[in-house]
C-alpha cells in the first residue's frame, strides 16, 4: 500500500499563492495516477487537478489558469501544487491521491488544510 504525506497547507489572503506538495514513501512511476482533490465543510470531495499515466494534466474548471499541477519521478514520486491567485471558495482541505491504473488501488493523504481569507 502506497503511503502519501502532503505538506504546504496554511492560511493566505485572497490573491496569495501557496505550493502544496505530496511525497508517495517510493517511487510508484506513471503507472500511478496522481492527482489533488479537495473537500470544503458540508460539500463533497471534488478533483483538483490529475495527471494522467500519458503525462497529460486535467484541471477542474474553477482552477484553470490558477493553479498547476507536477510531477517529479526520483527516489519518491512527488508531486506539488502551485495555486496561485487564490479565491475564498479555494477554501478546504487539500489532499492527494494515487491509484494504481491497472489493480484500481487507491491511496490517499492525511489531507492538508488550505484556508483563503482576510
Known amino acids: 500500500q502506497v503511503q502519501l504525506v502532503e505538506s504546504g497547507g496554511g492560511l493566505v489572503q485572497p490573491g496569495g499563492s501557496l505550493r502544496l506538495s505530496c511525497a508517495a514513501d517510493?517511487?510508484?512511476?506513471?503507472?500511478?495516477?496522481m492527482g489533488w482533490y479537495r473537500q470544503a465543510p458540508g460539500k463533497q470531495r471534488e478533483l483538483v487537478a490529475i495527471?494522467?499515466?500519458?503525462?497529460?494534466?486535467?484541471y477542474a474548471d474553477s482552477v484553470k489558469g490558477r493553479f498547476t499541477m507536477s510531477r517529479e519521478e526520483s527516489a519518491k514520486s512527488t508531486v506539488h501544487l502551485q495555486m496561485t491567485n487564490l479565491k475564498p471558495e479555494d477554501t478546504a482541505v487539500y489532499y492527494c491521491?494515487?491509484?494504481?491504473?491497472?489493480?484500481?488501488?487507491?491511496?490517499w493523504g492525511q489531507g492538508t488544510q488550505v484556508t483563503v481569507s482576510s
Open positions: 491521491n494515487a491509484r494504481d491504473s491497472l489493480s484500481g488501488n487507491t491511496a
Open positions: 517510493r517511487r510508484i512511476g506513471s503507472i500511478y495516477v
Open positions: 495527471i494522467t499515466t500519458g503525462g497529460n494534466t486535467n
